[in-house]
């Protein structure tokens, strides 16, 4: 029997349809969804909670001329399905493949690029805008889930809609968890709407009561209407969206298909802005990612009949977080702060045993920064550790409000440098340029579990001032490296004559790969503190050897090499020095591996450059 998935490329195919095909149509991509993502690894439990919602979205709306704007945008699976990519779904994530997050390069379907949560509001007014001003037709719809009003920017750009009344559709996908469970006052505010569904049953008898009455004058039909307004405030209070401007529908069941089309195609004419309040189960029809969303968010290959995946061994991000405990039980003014990502980062311990030592402020790195400085000024010793790609979303705060007050404030970076299938906008390649030239930052860079262990007590206890360790994802380290450190001091990993190699942090391992391909004398010197640089070690080795190269996870502006390259023509040192990092180009998706061998930062790349 032929399969409805297979006959469906457009919204023209989905109009095709009636409700209970609709109906069919979701349960196949439910099924397509787990076998792909079973074995490519991706965001499966949002993906599964978004398919009533998307299906209804293509089948009411016209794409690419109507414009859906994904917030965050690893929900997007099923828009790509239905929008021509489904034969593709087997390189999702891959290299060379199908992106996990909505990519305009890649199809016109895909109206704005994104990768980061609250801002897909500021986007849509933006192309409302646009329209507006070309005076073309078309609708213009943002979808965001609740971990999305966590952030401060979607209330700026809320604002700005409501105020000016632009029209514009807000989808509001609330499924009670963001990427941990959600956490704060507009969490509870939604609670208190999802009680209220009994309004929005009635809103439709209402309107089809109005059409049907003959000869009704807009003086009445006002009137009825004003009087559904008041029926509205005695069975819900004004929402907070009500008072932003927007005309807020719902809360809508995000799985039944015949309220979310009936819905979409009453608010698609409406000439003001509106915000549709809709429920969905992350992880829905299928029991492993609906028992465990949070394992479930964003996972790698599994076994789709159990759900289980393989095992992995210690990773930074663990040794993160049993040194955290450790360092907890001895250190009482030790504070942690996370961004809804206690799992992620290694936290997920700490917010059990430290319960009153322990702040989610939701997806608000913004906030997390300047809340963290605050502790500091009142005595405490807060460490938030954020993804690299995360933490730039605070540039701002970091400078402002912690390194210009030399706060101690500890930062550490997970996924410094290229993180893989996740793509351009989560690629932590630029922490070190965004960092090193903030006054009263120190950067530090293990190049083993056992050296971030060693540096996480080292900025906790016998630091004072804001200071971050950047470390990559997963478990790579070098050979032979003693993981005590001290402060400003190069490691001499290995003596030599011929070159000088200088690297930190992951790339530390590639160095001596590259050594041992050149069989010269080569000198390897470890840099754990990337800044402040020890500048007498580098010099010292370049007038030995006449032959310097760098090799970093950064993009080559502002990097490591930047600054040694700096330091080398202001001491007018005379030696050859190449840079080896990442270009001025938004860094793809693909294995580390693939990566590193496309931008030349594989060890036989960069040997065989270092000959020439």
């Given at each position: 029997m032929d399969k409805l998935l297979d006959t469906i490329n457009s919204h023209e195919d989905l109009k095709k349809l009636n409700t209970d095909e609709l109906t069919a149509l979701c349960g196949e991509i439910r099924e397509f969804l787990i076998d792909s993502v079973s074995k490519t690894g991706g965001h499966l439990a949002s993906n599964l909670g978004v398919v009533e919602l998307t299906v209804a979205l293509h089948t009411v709306f016209e794409v690419p001329k109507d414009k859906i704007i994904f917030d965050v945008g690893h929900q997007s699976y099923v828009h790509k399905i239905l929008t021509g990519r489904r034969s593709g779904f087997d390189t999702l994530r891959q290299f060379g493949g199908i992106s996990g997050f909505p990519k305009s390069t890649e199809s016109e379907a895909d109206a704005f690029n994104t990768g980061h949560s609250s801002t897909s509001v500021s986007a849509a007014l933006g192309l409302a805008r646009g329209r507006d001003l070309s005076a073309e037709n078309y609708s213009v719809i943002a979808v965001f889930g609740d971990g999305a009003l966590t952030g401060g920017m979607i209330y700026e750009a809320m604002n700005d809609a409501g105020h000016t009344k632009t029209p514009l559709i807000l989808i509001l996908n609330d499924n009670e968890m963001s990427i941990a469970k959600n956490v704060g006052a507009v969490s509870k505010h939604l609670r208190t709407l999802r009680t209220s569904s009994v309004y929005f049953r009635s809103k439709y008898v209402v309107e089809r009561f109005l059409k049907k009455i003959p000869f009704c004058g807009n003086a009445i039909v006002n009137m009825i209407k004003h009087v559904k307004r008041a029926f509205r405030r005695l069975v819900i209070p004004t929402t907070l969206f009500d008072d932003m401007g927007f005309h807020y529908m719902g809360p809508v069941d995000g799985h039944d298909m015949k309220s979310l089309i009936s819905c979409f195609e009453y608010v698609r004419g409406e000439n003001r802005p509106v915000l549709i309040h809709v429920q969905t189960k992350k992880g829905k029809g299928y029991a492993p990612a609906e028992n465990n969303p949070q394992k479930f968010h964003g996972i790698s290959s599994f076994d789709k009949a159990t759900g289980e995946t393989k095992k992995s061994g210690e990773t930074y991000s663990s040794r993160f977080g049993a040194t955290m405990l450790n360092l907890a039980e001895k250190n009482k003014k030790l504070v942690a702060i996370t961004g809804a990502m206690p799992n992620g980062t290694g936290l997920d311990e700490f917010m059990k045993r430290y319960k009153k030592r322990f702040f989610d402020v939701g997806i608000a790195e913004q906030h997390g920064v300047t809340f963290a400085a605050g502790l500091a000024k009142a005595g405490y010793v807060p460490v938030i550790p954020l993804y690299s790609s995360f933490l730039q979303r605070a540039y701002d705060q970091t400078l402002h409000d912690v390194c210009l007050q030399k706060l101690h404030v500890v930062f550490p970076i997970d996924r410094a440098g290229i993180v893989g299938a996740d793509g351009e906008t989560h690629q932590g390649v630029y922490d070190?340029?965004?960092?090193?030239?903030?006054?009263?930052?120190?950067?530090?860079?293990?190049?083993?579990?056992?050296?971030?262990?060693?540096?996480?007590?080292?900025a906790v206890n016998k630091f004072d001032g804001p200071i971050a360790i950047r470390y990559p994802r997963g478990s790579a380290q070098a050979e032979n490296i003693p993981p005590e450190f001290t402060l400003g001091k190069a490691q001499f990993i290995q003596k030599g004559n011929d070159i000088t190699i200088i690297a930190s942090g992951r790339m530390l391992k590639r160095a001596q790969e590259v050594a041992a391909i050149l069989g010269k004398s080569a000198e390897i010197i470890a840099m754990p503190t990337i800044k402040p640089l020890d500048e007498a070690a580098v010099i010292s080795s370049a007038m030995k050897t006449g032959y310097v190269i760098t090799i970093e996870?950064?993009?080559?502006?502002?990097?490591?090499?930047?600054?040694?390259?700096?330091?080398l023509k202001e001491k007018q040192i005379d030696c050859k020095f190449k840079i080896f990092a990442f270009p001025d180009t938004p860094v793809t998706h693909g294995t580390v591996d693939e990566l590193d061998k496309l931008y030349g930062l594989n060890a036989l790349t960069i040997a065989g450059k270092v000959r020439s």
């Open positions: 070190i340029s965004y960092l090193s030239h903030m006054p009263n930052m120190t950067i530090l860079s293990p190049a083993t579990l056992d050296q971030l262990t060693y540096m996480l007590d080292f996870d950064n993009v080559k502006i502002g990097g490591m090499g930047s600054m040694i390259g700096t330091l």
